[in-house]
Every structure is written in structure tokens, then in C-alpha cells.
């Protein structure tokens, strides 16, 4: 049974949506797929065709070919993979099953945290990319991911509380939503006293110690970084 471009996508997106319910939930789905089919339409070896009523089938992938695509996490060589400092480039790199397997190479951009929809993310362009990423293999907010990773700053500090969320592009299907795979971008904006200590947040003097406050942003308070 040969589908077309679209029946392709919308057959992989339900297996995708199950395995990755599957990876979230602990509970397996035997046959996510059910096909709505004409009795006469499906022949066997025999040439009979299907009877006793039937009217569907079971789409289930016994052969073992289908593979199973979905990223897990976001690594990185220096620190936390789900952590970018403003403006500090680093390799990251996507952990997961399918990555790079297609002739085109895989896309991944960052999108606001109140999406929910893997429409949200647009098919196939760089429409919602946030983030402002810079760097090896990014063209418009895209990241083109590259075999050993990519090196990339980000130029835009997420929202507090509210990380960025990964679409991701298998080669030439269309974007995926991964709502439990993010990005915290943080930024330091500014440095104050701390309340209660005498002093300046713009001076300091040799040997007199003073408590500061670093102020970050993607954080639900200010954070204590290091005192002086």
C-alpha cells in the first residue's frame, strides 16, 4: 500500500504521539493506528477478499521498519543542555532515536512556552523560531543540526518560568512539538547590595567585604550568586 506525502506525515505523527505518550505515561499503546477499510479493497495471497464484516485493520509495523523518532534531551559540552547563558556560544547537540537519519538534514528551532500543538510550529518554515539563536548551521532561527553538533549562542532570554520548547524537524517530514524538551535562556542584568549591607553595587573598596546580589532573568526571584 503506497500513501501520499501527507497520509506518510499524519501516519508517523500518531506513532510518534504514541511512543512518546508511551515514554511520558509508562503505558504502551499495541496499535495506535486503525485503518478504516472497503471489505473488497484488500485481497490475500489466495485472492480472497477480507470477510465476515470486517471494516478495519490494524496498522502494526511486525517487520520492525519503522523507526521510532523523538528527542529525549538537549545536550551540551560545557554545563546543562537545557541551560544557555545570553550570549555565551557552546555545542549543543539533540539526544534521541531517528536523529540525522534522512538525506536532509534535521531542523530545530525554539518556540514560545504557551504552545501546545505541533501546528503551532509551522510545517516547514521558520515562522515562531525563538530564542534568537547565532552560530554554526542557523539560518533565519533555524538551527540546522549537523552530525556532531552545533555551536550556538542565544541572543534572547526566555521569558521567567517559561523556557523555551523545541520543534523539531526529521529531515523532510514536517515540524514536531516536544513539549518536555526546553530551553532556560538567563541573562544577568544587574548586580545590587545586598538589603541590609552598606555600600555601593557600583564600588568596591580592598578589604572591605560587601554582600552582592546578581540579577538574573528566567528566574521566579532574584539569586544570590557570590558575595565580595
Known sequence: MTLQSRQRWALLSI???SVEQHLLTGIAVDFPV???????AFRDLANNTM????????VSDTGGSYT?????????????GHIASYGYEKLFSFNGSGISLGLVADQAKFVPNHFNDPSQCGEFDARNASGAPS??????GVIHVRANGNRVSFNAPS???????????????PYKLFQSVTLTVKQVIGIDVVPGESGSSGKCYALFY???????????????????
Request: glycine fraction near 8%; charge should be negative.
Open 15 to 17: 506513532y510518534d504521539s
Open 34 to 40: 486503525r485503518a478504516i477499510v472497503q471489505p473488497t
Open 51 to 58: 470477510t465476515g464484516g470486517v471494516n478495519s485493520l490494524n
Open 68 to 80: 521510532v523518532r523523538a528527542v529525549t534531551a538537549i545536550l551540551s559540552d560545557v554545563g546543562e
Open 135 to 140: 552560530g554554526e548551521g542557523v539560518v533565519d
Open 159 to 173: 521569558p521567567t518560568g517559561l523556557p523555551y520548547k523545541l520543534c523539531y524537524r526529521f529531515s523532510d517530514e
Open 210 to 228: 560587601v554582600s552582592f546580589t546578581f540579577l538574573l532573568t528566567s528566574l521566579p526571584h532574584l539569586y544570590v550568586l557570590d558575595t565580595v
